[in-house]
């Protein structure tokens, strides 16, 4: 583990850099891995990072097969699954939390730690529990464990989200594809990782309609079948790359960036006099001498992503001018403010 990071900037950025699969995106659906009573779940695309070994390891404290080559995944899960994920796995990470929808979905009971792994913000999980609790699941909640469990199968509802939370999106929708009947969930999140998860469990062989609009339709089904499944381009890498690109001035092409999960960014680029070129394959950021700035207010998607908050603030610190950032998804994201008045940075 690095214990610093020495940065000599000065120089503009040029030539091309090459975005990943997204860890938004593959967390969720190795957790739906484990909804596989058949056959075998291959997995691509997938970024070598430590929340995606640790979500592994909870796959294999429940009972399921993992392999990990650096790049893809094979998940076997026909075996039966234990319900439990222990503290030492959760707390290294929120989204092992993820696991409790499918769990109650394929075995009916799910026992998992109270998640931990986040400094930026409460990150309430009652919206998943709500939803839960709407499909027939009763919720114990004591000694740092959340406990569920079903009568039989859990049943299809209709469930208003208080929040367009992803991961109460995710997780509803995961233990949504085994209940009898429909469940629709309304103003729920949009963003392009809720597309990448409903895109794997259909090839599983669910029956979910409308992700990446604010109500999901899902049919339950009798079991799902693994399958083979590709990553989305991680858009928050993509992003941070283009930003660097017109903070130095420079000029590179980011590869596999995809536009229409960029648009946000994008808007704001033009907006700033940022010169943006959509590609088949990716995006060129030319940055000009002059940066106009740009107010910036986050939101859930298709709002400004509040992961790209402090990456923006970075840039319009070079604007000419004043410009505004709102930050309305997490209380606690501007940390980052005071190391930049470390550096001389006027901001109020």
Do not use: W
């Not at 730690?113 to 699941?137: N, T, V, W, Y």
């Not at 991961?167 to 990448?196: K, S």
């Amino acid at each position: 583990m690095f214990e610093k990071i020495i940065l000599r900037g000065g120089k503009r950025l040029s030539g091309t850099g090459k975005v990943g699969g997204a860890k938004n995106a593959v967390l969720p659906v190795i957790a739906a891995s484990i909804l596989a009573s058949k056959g075998i779940s291959r997995i691509y695309n997938v970024p070598a990072l430590a929340d995606v070994y640790t979500i592994n390891e909870v796959l294999r404290h429940l009972n399921a097969k993992v392999e990990f080559d650096g790049s893809a995944i094979t998940v076997d899960a026909q075996a039966d699954l234990n319900a439990e994920a222990p503290f030492e796995y959760v707390r290294k990470m929120r989204a092992s939390f993820l696991v409790m929808g499918p769990l109650l979905s394929r075995i009916g009971r799910a026992r998992i730690a109270l998640p931990g792994g986040c400094a930026i913000g409460s990150r309430p999980i009652d919206q998943h529990l709500k939803g839960f609790e709407a499909m027939g699941a009763k919720v114990t909640i004591g000694n740092g464990y959340i406990e569920a469990t079903t009568n039989g199968r859990l049943k299809g509802a209709n469930i208003y989200l208080d929040f367009p939370s992803v991961g109460a999106t995710e997780n509803i929708m995961m233990a949504a594809v085994l209940a009898d009947g429909e469940t629709l969930i309304e103003n729920c999140a949009r963003e392009p990782e809720i597309v990448c998860l409903a895109t794997y469990l259909n090839a599983m062989g669910a029956k979910i309609k409308g992700a990446g609009t604010s109500s999901i339709r899902i049919t339950g089904v009798k079991e799902l079948t693994g399958a083979s499944h590709d990553i989305i381009p991680d858009r928050i890498e993509a992003g941070t790359y283009m930003i660097a690109a017109a903070i130095t001035g420079g000029d590179v092409f980011v590869e596999n960036a995809v536009s229409d999960h960029l648009r946000p960014l994008i808007a704001k680029f033009e907006e700033m006099g940022i010169i943006v070129e959509q590609q088949l394959n990716g995006i060129r950021v030319i940055g000009p001498d002059i940066i106009r700035p740009a107010d910036i207010k986050t939101m859930p998607h298709p709002g400004f992503p509040t992961d790209l908050q402090s990456q923006m603030m970075a840039l319009l610190l070079k604007a000419k001018g004043t410009a505004v950032i709102t930050e309305t998804v997490f209380e606690n994201r501007f940390m980052h403010v005071e190391e930049f008045r470390r550096m001389n940075a006027d901001i109020k």
